[in-house]
């Protein structure tokens, strides 16, 4: 059975005074669960507060838009908390607790992408909330809350039914959140707008690469991450990941095309892809890409913290690396036309800017 690899939009899960939470399903998109993938967006309404909780998987969290704040507890260390903002990539452990809190009238949207080979059901995350109407303290009796916590019997009452909402929950204008502290950022969150461009290419593109060398803890979570920015009309290079890491693609802005060849040289998807967009690149299989007059924007995890690409065509592609009389036989082709493939494409790197 073939694999549907058509882009999809995430789905509301659930969400009302606040904020909501969306996700992609995996009977939706095969592929999530085929590469064991979860991928998630969280929406926070000016005092929205995410409720702590912790996952069954690892992720990298991508802020996509506006400013909050965002509160972290790795095992057995003290609450970090640290300011975010749009172009903020943050990597979450297993057994890491989150809260996430938005103060600002711009709505807070966080993307997170991560890998469930030990979640509870493959291609999607589940989350525990610490509190809230579906909270792990709800399923205790208030004996066990007042004997674990040492409290008062109506104490351990009060903390099991004042709770409310489900993950997501709007605060009084007046509620004091704990301030962020600029240390708290260091080796927490990277942001890639803003960091040392790995690959800048005059009207092509530009590429900042998330992995254990900018942000240590992307090791802990075993996935690597990009951001791409493709100028209008330019071109990404036909190319693969030949380690056999999985490409997950989030467009964040902008929209064009792409196209994914697989086994047997088969196309396996010639589609257009617009913001909000999320597919999956199966491994081994080649991908390209051409950005609109507008360009193209793409936040992408790759099942390895440190991946590495072969490109096939530019001036680093690996027919650069072929001899020609290689070439010729292979191609069956005169030593003319094997000459002029070679020489045509000496563009740097992976983008090629639009054709004169």
Request: charged share 20%; with cysteine; aromatic share 10%.
């Amino acid at each position: 059975m073939e694999l549907d690899l058509s882009p999809k939009l995430a789905k509301k899960l659930f969400g009302e005074n606040g904020g909501s939470y969306f996700a992609w399903c995996p009977t939706e998109l095969p592929m999530l669960r085929e590469g064991n993938i979860g991928a998630s967006k969280l929406a926070l309404e000016k005092h929205g507060f995410a409720l702590p909780r912790y996952s069954d998987s690892s992720k990298v969290a991508y802020v996509l838009q506006g400013s909050g704040v965002a509160g972290i507890v790795l095992p057995e260390s003290e609450e970090k908390v640290i300011a975010i903002k749009k172009g903020d990539a943050i990597a979450l452990p297993f057994g890491v607790v989150t809260w996430w809190y938005n103060k600002e009238d711009t709505e807070l949207v966080v993307l997170f992408l991560g890998e469930t080979s030990k979640a509870h059901k493959a291609g999607q995350f589940t989350d525990f909330f610490l509190t809230g109407t579906t909270g792990l303290m709800t399923g205790f009796t208030t004996e066990f809350v007042a004997r674990a916590w040492d409290l008062e019997e109506k104490v351990a009452k009060l903390l099991v039914e004042k709770q409310s909402g489900v993950g997501i929950v709007k605060l009084a204008d007046t509620f004091k959140m704990p301030e962020p502290k600029i240390e708290h950022r260091n080796g927490m969150a990277l942001n890639c707008e803003e960091a040392p461009l790995d690959i800048d290419i005059k009207n092509g593109g530009r590429v900042v690469v998330l992995n254990t060398k900018n942000l240590p803890l992307v090791g802990e979570v075993g996935l690597g991450a990009d951001l791409v920015r493709l100028d209008g009309g330019a071109m990404c290079s036909p190319g693969f990941s030949c380690d056999s890491a999985l490409q997950v693609t989030y467009v964040v802005r902008g929209s064009g095309r792409v196209q994914v060849v697989g086994v047997d040289g088969k196309r396996v998807l010639e589609t257009t892809l617009k913001a909000g967009n999320l597919f999956i690149v199966p491994r081994f299989f080649v991908v390209s890409k051409i950005a609109d007059s507008d360009g193209m924007e793409w936040f992408s995890i790759i099942s390895t913290p440190n991946p590495i690409f072969t490109n096939l065509a530019g001036k680093t592609g690996v027919w650069k690396a072929l001899s020609s009389q290689v070439l010729e036989a292979a191609f069956n082709i005169p030593p003319d036309a094997e000459k002029q493939f070679r020489s045509k494409r000496n563009f740097d790197a992976v983008f090629f800017p639009p054709p004169n």
